[in-house]
C-alpha cells in the first residue's frame, strides 16, 4: 500500500489555514434590538462575511443608531455599526454648529459602504381617524427610545412636517414592543414609529387579527405638508407580500438610507483587518443577497460620493473597488444610478 505524503507546498497552505482560524479576531457590530432588520442584517455579516476576513463578529444589541455612533467612539470591542443616514447627517450638522461631543463623535467616523433604504413604518390603532402620515400633528409619538436612530428619525420627519418639534407633551420614548401595547390597551399613545427595512420582523411576525387593532398610516405625496418631507427622505412603498396579515394592498410611504460604519483606527493590524472585511464583503455579495436578509437584493457595493464631512475607510473602501473592478462592475455610483434618496442626500454630484 502507498502512502501519500503531503508535498510542502500543500502542508504550508494547510498551516496558514489553520493559522488564519486560530488568529481570527473578536469583534462586535452594533444594530439594534434583536426584532429589528439590522439584528438580522448584522447576523447575515457575521455568518456569511466575517470568518473570510478572519473575524469572529458578535452581534450586539442596541437601542439603535445614535447610539451606535457612541459604541464605535467609545467601545474598543465594537468595530462596525450600522447607522442611519439622517443621524450621522443630524450629527455632522450639530458638530458644524459647534457642539462639542458631536464633533468628537463624527470627526473620526468612517464609512464602509452605503447599504439599502429603511422604511418608515408609522403605526396607528384601526379605528383611529387618522389615515395618512400628515394626519398625526396632534398624535401622541412613540418613535423609540433615547438613543436610538428610530426616534431620531421620527423627531426630524415630524418637524419636517409641522414645521416645529414633537412638542413635549405628544412626545414618548419606549421601545416599539411596548409602545405598541400602550396603542392598544390603555391608549396612551396614539402613532408607534417603527423604522427599519421591510420586512421589519415585528410587523411581519404579526397574527391576521392585528387588522382589527392596528393599520398603517399612509404618506400622501401629493399632499401640501409632503413637500418639505421629500427633500430629504425617499418616497418608497410598504408592499403587502412583507405585510400579508396586516396590508391588503401596497401603500406609500417613505424610506431612510443606511451605512456600514467604522472607525478611523490608526492601528495597522485593525486597518488591514478592516481591508479584509471590505474584500470579503465584495466576494461574498451574491450569498448574502441568496440567503441573507432581502434587503440585501436592493444593495449596491458601488461607492457614491459621500457628502461633505464624511469620509470612506480607506483601506475597506480601496479593497471594494479591487475587488467590483475584478468582476467588471462599476466601482463608484454614476449620477444616472443616484436615486432619490442619494440625490436629497447630497450623494450625487
Not at 498551516?15 to 488564519?20: D, H, K, M, Q, R
Request: a positive charge; charged letters at 20%.
Amino acid at each position: 500500500m502507498r502512502i501519500r505524503v503531503a508535498s510542502p507546498a500543500i502542508a504550508l497552505t494547510a498551516s496558514l489555514f489553520a493559522l488564519g482560524a486560530d488568529a481570527a479576531v473578536d469583534w462586535k457590530i452594533a444594530t439594534d434590538s434583536d426584532k429589528s432588520t439590522h439584528y438580522v442584517i448584522g447576523n447575515d455579516l457575521a455568518r456569511h462575511v466575517a470568518p473570510a476576513a478572519g473575524v469572529r463578529l458578535s452581534v450586539l444589541q442596541t437601542p439603535g443608531a445614535a447610539a451606535n455612533i457612541k459604541l464605535l467612539r467609545y467601545d474598543s470591542g465594537v468595530k462596525l455599526a450600522i447607522v442611519q443616514n439622517d443621524v450621522l447627517l443630524a450629527l455632522t450638522e450639530q458638530a458644524r454648529a459647534g457642539h462639542a461631543e458631536a464633533g468628537e463623535l463624527t470627526q473620526s467616523l468612517r464609512v464602509v459602504t452605503p447599504l439599502f433604504d429603511n422604511e418608515i413604518h408609522l403605526i396607528a390603532r384601526a379605528d383611529s381617524p387618522m389615515n395618512f402620515v400628515h394626519d398625526m400633528r396632534e398624535a401622541r409619538i412613540s418613535g423609540g427610545v433615547v438613543g436610538s436612530g428610530a426616534a431620531l428619525t421620527t423627531h426630524a420627519l415630524y418637524r419636517r412636517l409641522f414645521g416645529q418639534p414633537i412638542p413635549e407633551t405628544q412626545a414618548v420614548f419606549a421601545t416599539a414592543e411596548e409602545a405598541l401595547v400602550r396603542l392598544i390597551t390603555d391608549k396612551s399613545i396614539d402613532v408607534v414609529a417603527v423604522v427599519g427595512a421591510q420586512p421589519a420582523p415585528l410587523i411581519a411576525n404579526m397574527k391576521p387579527e392585528a387588522q382589527k387593532f392596528i393599520k398603517l398610516l399612509k404618506f400622501d405625496p401629493a399632499h401640501a405638508a409632503s413637500k418639505a418631507v421629500t427633500a430629504g427622505y425617499v418616497p418608497a412603498r410598504l408592499k403587502a407580500a412583507s405585510y400579508p396579515n396586516l396590508l391588503a394592498a401596497d401603500i406609500d410611504t417613505l424610506a431612510v438610507g443606511t451605512l456600514l460604519a467604522t472607525y478611523d483606527y490608526p492601528q495597522k493590524d485593525t486597518a488591514e483587518t478592516l481591508g479584509r472585511f471590505g474584500r470579503a464583503l465584495c466576494q461574498n455579495f451574491t450569498t448574502l443577497q441568496a440567503k441573507g436578509h432581502p434587503k440585501w437584493k436592493e444593495a449596491d457595493l458601488a461607492l457614491p460620493q459621500l457628502p461633505d464631512g464624511w469620509r470612506y475607510f480607506t483601506p475597506a473602501a480601496n479593497e471594494i473597488k479591487a475587488c467590483l473592478a475584478r468582476q467588471g462592475k462599476p466601482t463608484t455610483r454614476t449620477e444616472k444610478a443616484c436615486g432619490a434618496e442619494e440625490r436629497a442626500l447630497g450623494l450625487c454630484k
